[in-house]
């Protein structure tokens, strides 16, 4: 079994700043599960094109306030404590904060541990 902090995991490499967001990668590929899982903060009044295109991601809002918007279709959903966003369709999307967003994120596949977001707001494939 293996057992991490948030505390202890902040102080390590596993925080990741991203610019607009920090990511604080508490259980990586290297565990072995088959996903990643990351307690990420998404800054007040910023806006974070993203395209995953390589990865699911499944985020759970632990507090602070915020939309998404779908860039296919232009849809907004309000994301407020307790909302879980599902990018089943690897949906390319604008990542909005109005306050300060505490997010549970899970990775499928998992992360190495450092990436950060590239020119297109997507991850590169973990080797
Ligand atoms: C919610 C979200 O996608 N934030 C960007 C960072 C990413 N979740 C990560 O690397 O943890």
Redo the contacts with the bound molecule.
Sequence with gaps: MIVRTLEECQQSERA?N?GN?E?V?MLLKEDNMGFSF?I?T?FANTE?P?W?KNHL?S?YCISGEGEIETCDDGKIYPIKPGTLYILDKNDKHL?RATADMQ?A?V?NPP?NGQ?V?DDEGA?ALAD
């Design positions: 990741v991203g967001w990511s990668r990351h990420t998404i974070t993203i995953y991601e985020v990542l997010m994120c990775f992360l990436e977001h991850y």
